[in-house]
């Protein structure tokens, strides 16, 4: 598949971008229908940015720090993505919850990760309540992005058995392999529209 037939994704980060890093990597197969044209993340200091860079993509911070109000700096950051030419956007570990009319702008174009099998445990520390609730299985989820933290169209999952000794992080651990194998897979589906977000909650899927 040439560059330019590749479907423009943008990704917005707030940390490390391990789930970042997965998309970039599976975007550099010849095969794999889309291209990470910009990364923004919303902290001056996230690693991620450093990483994508390493990969040749335009990566910037829209700190939200530099931002007098949540307003002001949503419209920064929907400009840094218009300016990217990006379709749709995948959040990846965007730790920030976006307004009605941010979500609004990209209705069934912005797809985020989240480490829990929704409707489970929605918001943080998923592995700590995963563990604490006596759960035998865990895992994470793709989902459409809609004004509720957590709550859009599931996409895909993936299920990680709980093992009896496992703490919080090496939970943790394990779902973040699962994020990395799901997270490329669901966002090859969405750009492919193989997969679109209906109004009644649901993902509908074409076979
Ligand atoms: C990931 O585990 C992701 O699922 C989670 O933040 C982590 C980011 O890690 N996202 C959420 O909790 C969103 N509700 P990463 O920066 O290494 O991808």
Redesign the pocket.
Known sequence: MSIASKTAVAIL?S??????GALIAASLDDTYPARIVSVISDKADAA?LEHARGFGIAARAVARSEFDSKETHEAAVREAIEASGAKFIAL??Y?RLLSAEFVRAYEGRMI????SLLPAFPG?A?HERALAAGCRVHG?TVHFVTEGM?EGPIIEQEAVRVALDDTADTLAARV?EA?HRIYPKALAMVVRGEVRMTGDGTSQFRH
């Not at 940390?15 to 970042?20: E, L």
């Open positions: 980060i940390g490390r971008g391990s789930n970042m991620g990846a570990g730790m985020n990760i989240h480490p943080l998923t994470c957590d973040l994020e």
